[in-house]
């Protein structure tokens, strides 16, 4: 009897450790399918100003077919549905399945972007989730480090009690930065080829051409791209980011890098082509400027710091414009020019054309004068602007105020096997 007992048991638990793989096989299946649906989230065609909403993540199916947004529907779902499971994970005391769950979203988002390098919506799409997704785990986390403080009473009834989301934090935030660094790389390809026609080529100011320096007159060209191009790509580029409910300081961010991009860009083809160094080029250029600085402020983005980066190419167009004969005339320009490096300074002083009858050629003289030369000493002395320079990019901590238990998952995700418990 004690021997039948003692099998029985055995058997029992066999049985047991059986049921607990077979439930770990199925949980994992479920996160994989759910994940699965979810990396094919795109984001579906931006809604006009009268529409009044916003860009919502949709299943593509087929392929080409994009729905249109249903309103109400948060551009960050798919992170409040991760947290919801990481949430039921903590429920059930299961560290390992949470954190193989946030192993499996960060994987699969990488493995989305590796296929959609080039698709600034995308990208976009998934950097907001991902920001919105560590969000949630400092939101509801367990450190003591205030994030919970802003909580309603009935949000801190969702915080987490068993799983520490540090690590998740630090996975989430190094894929946030890779997902930044996507952002910006996929938004310059679409702005290199345009910057050098629509800040130097394109005449925005009828008559310039007539003012050019002396030399061969040939015909010239119509510009590749002009400056209201360029405009309408930086808008696009904002309305997307804004469209995907990223924080302010991270569009603002993604904006500034742009607009260095763009100063750096021009600044370089300045320094490095001696034609593009006339009084007529300086005023266009400083007009071009005043449009960029338009745009922000009708953005909002005045006060980003993208105006500040537009400061070197601001000082090189007024540098085109002052007199540069005496040596006061050295002293305006050593107190103009304080964000270019003396090397700068003298290499458009010597790459300048005067334009016809009306100014004599910068004297060799007046460029190696003493005050010339002592210009800005504690300011850069490279040449060329570093335009792959990304700036350090900040993630900071933005609280939801939704209501984890008042989300609405549509049925047009197709997330029907998704329960609420």
């Known amino acids: ?36 649906r979810e990396l094919q989230l795109k984001p579906g065609s931006r809604a006009s100003p009268k529409e009044g909403s916003a860009l919502m993540p949709t299943v593509l199916s087929p392929p080409d077919y994009r729905p249109q947004s249903s309103p109400g529907v948060l551009p960050d779902l798919p992170a409040y549905i991760l947290f919801m499971c990481f949430r ?97 790389r996929t938004a310059e390809k679409g702005l290199k080829p345009m910057i050098v026609a629509a800040m130097l080529e394109s005449e925005t100011i009828q008559g310039l051409s007539s003012a050019r320096p002396p030399g061969p007159r040939r015909p010239l060209a119509a510009p590749a791209h002009t400056l209201p191009e360029l405009l ?17 300081t991270v569009v603002h961010q993604a904006i500034r890098q742009l607009l260095f991009l763009i100063s750096g860009t021009t600044l370089n083809y300045l320094l490095l082509r001696k034609d593009a160094c006339s009084w007529s080029r300086g005023i266009q250029l400083r007009y071009n400027i005043s449009q960029l600085e338009q745009w922000l402020r009708a953005e909002g983005l005045h006060q980003s710091g993208a105006r500040e980066v537009l400061e070197p190419l601001v000082q090189a167009a007024q540098l085109l414009q002052v007199k540069k004969a005496t040596e006061e005339d050295a ?6 020019c304080t964000v270019l490096s003396t090397q700068q300074v003298v290499k458009i002083l010597r790459a300048y054309t005067p334009a016809a009858g009306l100014e004599e050629r910068v004297s060799p003289s007046f460029i190696s004068s003493k005050r010339l030369q002592e210009q800005n ?3 850069p002395s490279q040449l060329l602007v570093d335009t792959c320079h990304l700036f350090p990019v900040h993630l900071p901590f933005s609280a939801s105020s939704v209501h984890l238990d008042e989300l609405h998952i549509p049925e047009s995700i197709d997330l029907a096997f998704l329960l609420r418990v």
Not at 13 to 32: E, F, N, P, S
Not at 122 to 146: I, S
Not at 331 to 336: D, E, F, K, R, V
């Open 88 to 184: 039921h994970a903590d429920h059930c005391c299961d560290e390992p399945r949470a954190r193989s769950l946030l192993d499996a979203a960060v994987n699969a988002i990488k493995r989305v972007m590796k296929k959609h390098s080039d698709d600034f919506d995308v990208v976009a799409l998934w950097l907001a989730n991902a920001c919105r997704l560590l969000n949630c785990l400092r939101q509801y986390g367990r450190d003591e480090v205030g994030y919970w403080q802003e909580n309603t009473a009935r949000q801190n009834e969702h915080r987490l009690h068993n799983v520490d989301p540090q690590g998740a934090c630090r996975s989430l935030g190094a894929l946030a930065i890779q997902l930044y660094q996507q952002l910006i």
């Open 331 to 336: 002293g305006a320009i050593c107190s103009l």
């Open 232 to 248: 309408l790509q930086l808008g696009s580029f904002h309305e997307a980011l804004s469209c995907q409910g990223l924080p302010a």
């Open 377 to 379: 000493p504690e300011g």
């Open 1 to 36: 009897m004690a021997q039948k007992l003692e099998k029985q048991e055995r058997t029992t638990l066999k049985l047991q450790k059986q049921l607990r793989a077979y439930a770990k096989q199925i949980q994992d299946l479920t996160g994989k399918c759910l994940l699965g």
